[in-house]
C-alpha cells in the first residue's frame, strides 16, 4: 500500500505544473476566440460538420455544453452537433501534454476523431435531412454553471482550479489504477479489455459516456499504461463528450430525441474502436 500510495503522489504532482501551463494557454486561447469559434459555428450552413469536428478537438470550455443548447435551438444541425460529440477531445489533449506523449500518438488520436467527427456529421445530416434555423447569439459566459468552467475569474485563476480539478481525479484515478494493477497485475486488467473480442470497445465506450473529465484522463492513462488498446481507447473518447449530454436533457425537451442521440454516439464510437483494431490503427 506504501508503495501504491508512492507511486500515486510522484507521479500525480510532477504533472501539476504542466497541467496548468497547458490550462493557461488553452484558457487564454479560448477568451481570445470563443466568440470568433461560436460565431463560426451558428453562421457554417451546410460546412457545420467540418468547422465543428475542427474546433471540437480543441478542448474548450463549455464548447460541448454550448453545442448542445445551440441545436437546442435548431442554431445548428444535429449532424454538427454529432461532429462536435466525436471530435472533442475533453481532457485526453492536456493529459497527454503534461504526460509527454509522442506528438506522433497525440496526432493520429486527434485526426482520427476530427475525420469520424467530420464524415459521421455529414451523414446525418444527409440522412435526416435537418437543418438549423437562424437564433440569436449566445455567450459561453451563459453555460458556465453547466461546465463549471469559471469564466468571470480570471484565465490564471480559472486556469488554476482547472487544474486543481484534474489533478484531483488524476489523483484518485491514479490510486486506484495502481491498486488494482498492483494487486491483479496489469496483465490481468488488460486482457480484460484486450482479450475478450470487442467487449474492450462496449466497455470503454460506456466509460466514455460518464459525464465529467475524469472518463477521458482515465481512458487516456490506462491507453498509455498500456492496459487499453487503440480501438478501446478511440471508443471511449469518441462517445466521450463532457457534460453535453448533460446540457442536451436540460435543454433539449424531445426526451425521446435525447436517448436516441445517446445510443447512436454510443454505436458510433463503439463502432469505430471496433474498426481501427480491425484495421490495425495501433
Known sequence: MREVIVNTA?????LIPFLFLTYLAMEWLEHRTGDMARLLVE?????????????GIFPQCGFSAAASTLYAGRVITLGTLFSIYLSTSDEMLPVM??????????GKILLCKLVI?????????????????????????????????????????????HTVQVSFFIIVIGFLLNLILYEAGEAALSSFFVK????????????????????????????????????AMLSGLLTGSGVGLLVLYRVNRGFKEN???????????????????????A
Do not use: W
Open 117 to 161: 467527427g467530420f464524415f459521421t456529421g455529414f451523414a446525418v445530416d444527409t440522412l435526416c435531412a435537418r437543418h438549423g434555423k437562424e437564433s440569436g447569439r449566445l455567450h459561453i459566459v451563459d453555460l458556465c454553471s453547466h461546465d463549471h468552467c469559471h469564466c468571470e475569474n480570471g484565465i490564471v485563476k480559472s486556469a488554476a482550479l
Open 196 to 231: 475478450h473480442g470487442i467487449l474492450g470497445e462496449m466497455t470503454a465506450g460506456l466509460l466514455g459516456m460518464i459525464p465529467n473529465c475524469a472518463a477521458s484522463v482515465m481512458l487516456t492513462q490506462l491507453y498509455l499504461d498500456g492496459v487499453l488498446d487503440f480501438g
Open 43 to 55: 453562421r457554417s450552413g451546410r460546412f457545420g460538420p467540418l468547422i465543428g469536428a475542427v474546433l
Open 97 to 106: 501534454l503534461s504526460m509527454s506523449a509522442p506528438f506522433s500518438v497525440i
Open 10 to 14: 510522484v507521479d500525480s504532482l510532477r
Open 259 to 281: 436517448i436516441r442521440i445517446t445510443g447512436l454516439l454510443y454505436i458510433i464510437g463503439t463502432a469505430c474502436g471496433i474498426l481501427a483494431n480491425a484495421a490495425g490503427v
